[in-house]
């Protein structure tokens, strides 16, 4: 399995920015792509991004399109997300996810971590 830990998150004015980090460990081998995930209070969960770890390509959800950027560095096993112009309603908390090379399905998820944006 591989686990994974959050940080980063935090406080900041509306249109400042964030950087998350996400830190694996474990069966990093046996992953084929990693990503971003939110929850509002109220809300469901929904994506954010996801990078494939072979080639680098990203994939973002409409709502943060221009605005956060996906990166990683396998070298280190740590995932990012740099979040920009943030906005209230970027307001939840964030999950980082891996999804293995034998499924579809993000299996592995980590505790979370708060950002707040304030307007």
Known sequence: QVQLVESGGGLVQAGGSLRLSC???GRTFSTYAMGWFRQAPGKEREFVARIIL????????????????????NAKNTMYLQMNSLKPEDTAVYYCA?????TIEYTQWGQGTQVTVSS
Do not use: C
Not at 54 to 73: C, E, L, N, Q
Not at 98 to 102: E, L, Q, S
């Open 23 to 25: 830190a694996a460990s």
């Open 98 to 102: 891996a999804r293995p090379r034998t």
């Open 54 to 73: 072979s080639d680098g390509s990203t994939y973002y959800a409409d709502s943060v399109k221009g605005r956060f950027t996906i990166s990683r560095d």
